[in-house]
């Protein structure tokens, strides 16, 4: 797809995440993660993982940038949580465990990955870094 195309498609998932209805602003968000990597896409996704008006959202949104296991995907969730209140933080956390309860190489890779953020120029990417090391490092996984 070309990049002319991607931002279109971003921009109709910007609008569709300012909908009244939460399951459209969950569903934006799960489709938005897929371009977590563009700057178009960051503000929508930051007030997806906060959203006011349902934790619904928040746990999509931030299941959806977590599953990307890259560091446009933690970066975004990090950004946020450095931001959140203590509710959505929890939301936040209940994503986490969702993603990472499973594999241990998957949690040791997202780990690495977070070190990494919280070296981050960006104040909000890096204390929210160092908040999903913490999370993640409580987690003992399933299968190792």
Do not use: K
Not at 112 to 138: V, W, Y
């Amino acid at each position: 797809m070309n990049s002319e195309a991607r931002r279109a498609v971003v921009a109709t998932l910007i609008e569709l995440a300012a909908s009244p209805d939460y399951r459209d602003r969950a569903d934006a968000g799960r489709c938005l993660a897929g371009f977590a990597e563009m700057p178009e896409a960051g503000r929508a996704l930051s007030g997806l993982v906060l959203d006011a008006g349902d934790t619904f959202v928040t746990r999509e949104t931030a299941t959806a940038l977590l599953r990307r296991r890259d560091t446009a995907g933690f970066a975004a969730v990090a950004a946020a949580l450095a931001v959140a209140d203590a509710h959505h933080s929890d939301w936040i956390h209940t994503a986490v465990l969702d993603v990472f309860t499973v594999f241990a190489r998957d949690r040791d890779a997202a780990l690495r990955a977070c070190e990494t953020l919280s070296r981050d120029p960006d104040d909000h990417i890096r204390r929210g870094g160092r908040q999903l090391i913490d999370m993640l490092q409580e987690i003992d996984p399933i299968l190792h």
